[in-house]
T-cell receptor, first 115, second 111 residues
C-alpha cells in the first residue's frame, strides 16, 4: 500500500523553538508539497519541491523553510516557532503534472501547537 | 490570482438523500480539476477531470466538469453516514507544478 508518512501526529512546541516536520514517501514521486490547513482557510501551500535539492515557494512561505536532500524525504522547518503557526500541517506527494491520472497522496497530518 | 470557490460551505442531510457539491474556478493555466474526500485526517483522492462533459463515476459518487463555465459538480446519491466528510476541490495549474485548493464543503449525513 502506497504511503506518505509524517513523523509526528501531534507536537507541542514553545515559542522561539526550531521545529522540524518530516515527511517520507515510498512511491518514487518527484513532487512533494507542504500545506497547512486552518478552519475557514482551506489548504494553503507553504512550499513544494519537484526534485532533489529543488524548492519553490508556495502562497505562504514566510517563517518556513524546507529541505529535500533525498527524493523520498521532504522536511519543513519552522526557524523560530510562533503561536500563529499553530495549525494542521499536511504533506503530499505526486507525479509531475499528475501524469498518471491520480491526484496527490497525503500524509495523515501533524497537528502542531505552539505555546 | 488563481481562485477555487466551493459551495455550499456546509451541508446537513439525512441518509438516503442526494447531494450536489459545487466547485467554480478562475485560474490562468488550467490542467485538471480534482476532488478529494477528507475524513478525520488525510485527504484521499476521488476523481481527476480534464475534459468537459465526461462524467467520472465511482459507486454512488459521480463528477463532471464544464470548462466553458469553469465549474465542476460532485454528486453523491443515496447518502450514508460514512459519506460525512470535508470534500475538497482542487485545480492543477499546468505550468506551475502545483494545485490550488478550495476551502472545502463539510457534509454531515444524519441517520
Amino acid at each position: 500500500d502506497v504511503k506518505v508518512t509524517q513523523s509526528s501526529r501531534y507536537l507541542v512546541k514553545r515559542t522561539g523553538e526550531k521545529v522540524f516536520l518530516e515527511c517520507v514517501q515510498d512511491m518514487d514521486h518527484e513532487n512533494m508539497f507542504w500545506y497547512r490547513q486552518d478552519p475557514g482557510l482551506g489548504l494553503r501551500l507553504i512550499y513544494f519541491s519537484y526534485d532533489v535539492k529543488m524548492k519553490e515557494k508556495g502562497d505562504i512561505p514566510e517563517g518556513y523553510s524546507v529541505s529535500r536532500e533525498k527524493k523520498e524525504r521532504f522536511s519543513l522547518i519552522l526557524e523560530s516557532a510562533s503561536t500563529n503557526q499553530t495549525s494542521m500541517y499536511l504533506c503530499a506527494s505526486g507525479f509531475p503534472l499528475l501524469s498518471r491520472g491520480h491526484g496527490y497522496t497525503f500524509g495523515s497530518g501533524t497537528r502542531l501547537t505552539v505555546v | 490570482e488563481d481562485k477555487v470557490v466551493q459551495s455550499p460551505l456546509s451541508l446537513v442531510v439525512h441518509e438516503g438523500d442526494t447531494v450536489t457539491l459545487n466547485c467554480s474556478y478562475e485560474v490562468t493555466n488550467f490542467r485538471s480539476l480534482l476532488w478529494y474526500k477528507q475524513e478525520k485526517k488525510a485527504p484521499t483522492f476521488l476523481f481527476m477531470l480534464t475534459s468537459s462533459g465526461i462524467e467520472k463515476k465511482s459507486g454512488r459518487l459521480s463528477s463532471i466538469l464544464d470548462k466553458k463555465e469553469l465549474f465542476s459538480i460532485l454528486n453523491i446519491t443515496a447518502t450514508q453516514t460514512g459519506d460525512s466528510a470535508v470534500y475538497l476541490c482542487a485545480v492543477e495549474i499546468s505550468n506551475a507544478g502545483k494545485s490550488t485548493f478550495g476551502d472545502g464543503t463539510t457534509l454531515t449525513v444524519k441517520p
